[in-house]
């Protein structure tokens, strides 16, 4: 199953587009310092229900995710991104969420080991590395727009500083990892 899936990056790539701005990304959202997790902020915004039943169905990244000591950049998909990720894939959200090591993998590679704010993006860009071991994701600034490895761009104006130590970005699509060599 993993390798028709990291097949299908490059179809998922090739497809991927900007969305509408959705009403509930209005603005910067700062909550208070120490009192909220990822997993708590995600959970109160609509347009991540998707990926909150992601992170539920994944022990290892739903443990980081309900801690409040974790400081991570956050790449998180949007509902829309999903639907257009297990559309490329022909996949259903159930068999995604029974495939733990896949889905762990997907999500690991949302994850920077960096806080990272999108406002420091640079038309040079930047690799940062993600949780999930030897893969990075590169960050650049490409006409007003922040990008992720060309593809997916973080919907502005919308990020999430968790209580001073995690940053939540949403993007417009699921990045899936490069393919093993």
């Not at 040079?124 to 990008?147: C, H, I």
């Not at 899936?176 to 060599?181: R, T, V």
Request: glycine share 4%; proline share 6%; net charge negative.
């Amino acid at each position: 199953m993993i390798a028709r899936n990291t097949a299908a990056v490059f179809v998922l790539l090739a497809a991927a587009s900007c969305v509408t701005i959705p009403p509930c990304f209005a603005g910067r959202v700062l909550l208070g310092e120490n009192k909220d997790t990822i997993a708590s902020v995600a959970a109160t915004v609509p347009e991540f229900s998707t990926l909150v039943a992601a992170v539920s169905a994944s022990p290892t990244i739903l443990a980081a995710a309900t801690d409040p000591s974790t400081k991570v950049t956050v790449l998180a998909p949007t509902n829309e991104a999903f639907t257009a990720a297990l559309a490329s894939l022909n996949m259903t959200a159930e068999e995604l969420l029974a495939d733990t090591e896949l889905l762990t993998k997907v999500l690991s590679y949302h994850i920077v080991t960096t806080v990272f704010d999108s406002s420091a993006a640079t038309t040079e860009g930047l690799t940062l590395d993600t949780l999930l071991p030897n893969a990075t994701v590169f960050v650049q600034l490409v006409d007003g727009k922040v990008m992720i490895n060309g593809v997916a761009t973080v919907v502005a104006p919308f990020d999430v500083d968790v209580g001073g130590k995690s940053i939540v970005h949403a993007i417009d699509v699921v990045l899936l990892p490069p393919a093993k060599e």
